[in-house]
């Protein structure tokens, strides 16, 4: 991910096995992670199971937020792909219970697409 990718604030697809190796006290037996993107200090891991949302918190990051959202709280979500003067890409997804959905963007070298149909497997089960 560049740096001016993440002063705009969009997310990049990082290494799964560097994750897999950093999150594993906070997989459950069997689960895998299937893609994770990164925003600054925060990232997002899609799993077989759930989705995670992890958010670091103050200067040093030292303190963390698992947010874990199972595929079946997820009602529904929506893509918008980068255009010729929009710069990047936007995902958004409603979870139950909640009005505002919880929205993240990614630059344009990213496949919003593939971002998309991870969550429609997984959902739409």
């Known amino acids: 991910m560049g740096f001016l990718d993440g002063l705009m604030g969009n997310a990049s697809e990082v290494n799964i096995g560097e994750v897999q190796k950093e999150y594993t006290n906070i997989l459950a ?20 199971k759930r989705l995670i949302l992890i958010d670091k918190q103050g200067v040093t990051g030292k303190k963390i937020e698992y947010h874990s959202i199972p595929y079946k709280n997820i009602t529904h979500f929506s893509i918008e792909t980068a255009g010729h003067l929009d ?10 219970g909640r009005s505002e959905p919880i ?3 990614f630059n344009r070298s990213l ?10 497997e997984y959902v739409l089960r």
């Open 29 to 48: 037996d069997g689960e895998k992670i299937e893609r994770a993107y990164k925003l600054i200090r925060d990232m997002f891991i899609f799993t077989n």
């Open 111 to 120: 496949n919003i697409y593939e971002v998309q149909a991870i969550l429609a």
């Open 87 to 96: 710069l990047d890409a936007e995902l958004k997804i409603w979870i139950s």
């Open 103 to 105: 929205e993240k963007q």
